[in-house]
């Protein structure tokens, strides 16, 4: 690898819908911005794949975490369901579409090439695991503990 693709790997792209907006850099954030390949209606309590039109390869080393936009729950009242997605550079081939999983708190209607989600790549972090019999540190007093008057 070259220290030019180091610095900015190449994303390979496909558009399963050649009628949608192309995914772009904006110079208002870190992220970048996905958008919906075509309308999609639901009711409160439906869950939907919302697919993105894309399939991506992503370069060696990296991984991509797809998050909600930040109006999309005041504006639509979805939820991304798993927080937020992991897409791993094996997830690639031809029918790999990106999707958006959401749970609708309420009616609402995603238009086509709506921007709905963001993405961005995440350098690997190589580890190795090392089991233990113990934690030597000092406990801090389990989940929800910390911050406590």
Known sequence: MTLEQEIYPELKVKYH???MTKINFSNTGNF???RSSAKVEL???DFKLID???SIKLP???WGQVVP???LFKNHGLIETNGFGVIDTSY???DDHWML???ATRDTTIEFDERICQFRIVKDNPFTIKEVDNMEDESRGGFGSPGRQ
Request: hydrophobic fraction near 25%; charge should be negative.
């Open 101 to 103: 999983p959401v749970y």
């Open 32 to 34: 970048l911005d996905l």
């Open 43 to 45: 009711k409160a309590g």
């Open 60 to 62: 060696d080393g990296y």
């Open 92 to 94: 690639c081939g031809e």
């Open 69 to 71: 936009r930040s109006s």
């Open 52 to 54: 993105l039109g894309i």
């Open 17 to 19: 819908n050649p009628e």
